[in-house]
């Protein structure tokens, strides 16, 4: 079996994890490996003379959650199956963020980092985890990780996502109108959704107003989910109190950008979950094994509802 | 059964929650009760000419769960019991804040702060949870709480107190060799011992130097704990990584002390545990009670050991 693998980052380190991980494969460089038909491409970022390149894949495996990218390269074949990360060791990482955040905004710690900038000793009220509902959005392996871990440390969740789905002991809302429900009852909304045409823009003026206010937001997901330009003016005018973003539109976020110096927005890098090597290789070379022996496997993209 | 209430903020509050905890008894400001000699005197911070005028004194019941200013106070009768606030609400909020700043350490928050501010997009590697030992210094009510709350949620803990304890699944420390064994194997230290005449300056520069380089420290206890030069030389070398500091030897913060400004520190107005009203004022009812009935209760302090 031949594996060609592609990676805009750390190409060596997910080479030498691939091989490990499926020794009975021989694990190609893309390219030191243009003679060579290979069976599975393994990809991140991959440019598009290697889909051009390659013609006899039977599958193309995703080293990311997130498949927007690679759906939307016109060379990306269509009649081969494309397999998305599932967890692959991030939904922890999910959690300690999405959980990081809650508490800093529970602690009003972005108030206290302000007064502190200002030699200001101005102790606030306590207000207890009860007091800061939380709106998961995104049912997915992250959403519903993100989700349990909060409500395992005591905040209020809820969970939204576009189509109705069973998620045990979760209050889960759909649609339009459970958007704004639950956007209404939430301190703190979490952005943990694929992006999809569905989904690019969701978090618009309109829909940022449902938040109560002083409420915070947070990306974790993709930057176009949210409208920056709405984001912005929200914080402007103290309509929404926080923002805590992972991700962005661009990136790496250009120089200049507002997001950098806005006294009301924490940023990262998109560090959020980082995919772990050996977690993420034990993944792929699993669902190889399986679709050599012909079996289902989890995280094949849905094209037409785009991740 | 008369008590007198003397608190240097929130009076009017107390007085109504206490009032609301012990129906039975007369609850007075002790400004307006000068001609009354109490049975109990409820306390923050009271002047010395409470306990010169108050005479009858069956129990002294502080506000706080640190009593060291109390004990200081050469006007405190030395033959009545003072009875020290136990968790009191407080003990999930020290969950909070220590389990916020594990999680900012493990996913470098201090760090990416500096690079947005730098307007620096430098993503750093991953680390999980494992990567991040937490010593938790002080095995009492807070100790023990936030020790438990570090464990649960995947951290390696142990606990550091001066005598030998039996602790329920974790791992228990003693003595200078403890301290250092503990200190060495942790990247993250949370002071949250009492204040007494041995704990005064523990962490000074020689014990400081026991925990690895690029380690944190979390002080949220009292401030006298840490030997303040000691803390600003180790961050300014670099040598430890980051301090999240709740209280400081003088509070609020003097004007102009170089931890308002200190980019290796993240500092809040004590406020990592603040008192709510109801639970505190049920907690001291409760005792109360007891003590009219002749039974033993938790937190009285032992004068000799001074906590």
Known sequence: MDIVLYSAKDLQEWRQALAAALPEARVHRWSEALDIQADYAVVWKPPAALFAQQRGLRAILSLGAGVNALLADPALPADVPLVRMEDGGMAPQMEEYALYCALSELRRLPHYAAEQRAGRWSPRPLRSRSDLPVAVLGAGVMGRAAARALRAFGFPV?????????LEGLAHFTGEAGLRELLERSRLAIALLPLTADTTGLLDARRLAWLPEGAALVNLARGELVDDEALLAALDSGRLGHA?????????LPAGHRFWSHPSISLTPHVAALTPFDAACAQIADKIRRLERGEAIGGVVDRSRGY
């Open 244 to 252: 805590y973003l992972d991700v962005f539109a661009s990136e790496p």
């Open 158 to 166: 809820g969970v939204w996502s576009r189509s109705p789905k069973t």
